[in-house]
């Protein structure tokens, strides 16, 4: 089966916007000067200043606000009468791929990032502080690979037995946003020590993820469920949800129910389900609004799973 994610999509699911983000930032307060904000700007380089009031923040002013300033005639003027109040802001355990998506829609240049639970400024981030931290996890990605020995194969060869299946189980609570994905992330840990191909452990780790995200978004929680054999992986992802109204529409790339509060979060992108798909070699959804949801996912490790 052909794969249809690669290395870097893997990694940008599993990492965080604080594994990318720039923590030590520069800023500047609504009553500085323009003035000094250009000397700031200049003299760090930069092309975007988070504005800070207190502990939080009150704006955030760029490098086409300072042009507007300068155009203007550059008169001595303070940085709240230029910047914008209430900017556009990202969290830090965010995904990476959330972060992506808001560049892509949004266009902007930076964002600020937010610690979710205290709301105080804690990074900002750029399309170029993405691309490094893809990198960074890239190289180490595959200096553990070059490095394990372990195969998959040997693990269960060397057990005698009729049949070997190993079973692990995770409990996902919904709207817990702050531990989502972690069950895929331990689960992906747990497959490499096992030595499964990489390519495998990508279409596990992309379809699992989505099946958690699905249970935390979308219901109040529910177990997933992981079975591995010489043959295949199992996933069973089952929650007490109020089920899928029509599963064929859900099916559609960009169809989603998510609260608009959750989207707001960066979530609910209607990619879930169709992604779960592209990923796996078989995939069965029952869902009733009693007995909620139960998508069932299998992916073929194959004979020979020498990496």
Known sequence: MET??????EILFELKVEDAMKKDVITVGPGDTMTMLNEAMSKHRLSGVPVIEGDRLAGIISISDLIAWLMSGG????????????????FSDQPLIHAIKRFDQLRFGRFPVLDRESGKLVGIITNGDIILGTLRKLEHEYNEEEVRQYRASHFFQDINADRIDLSLSF?????????????????????????????????????????EMNMVIYTSGGTMTFNIDSEKIRIVAKDSGPGIENIELAMQEGYTTAEPWVRELGFGAGMGLPNIKKCSDFMDIQSTPVTGTTVTIEIIIGADNEA
Do not use: H
């Open 171 to 211: 409990t996902i609570a919904g709207k817990d946003f702050e531990n989502a994905g972690n069950a895929s992330t331990t689960m992906k840990k747990n497959l490499k020590r096992l030595g499964i191909r990489p390519e495998i452990i990508r279409r596990t780790a992309i379809a699992s993820y989505e099946a």
């Open 4 to 9: 249809r994610f690669d290395k870097t999509a």
């Open 75 to 90: 008169k001595d003027s303070l940085v709240k009468d230029w910047m914008v109040k209430e900017p556009q802001c990202l």
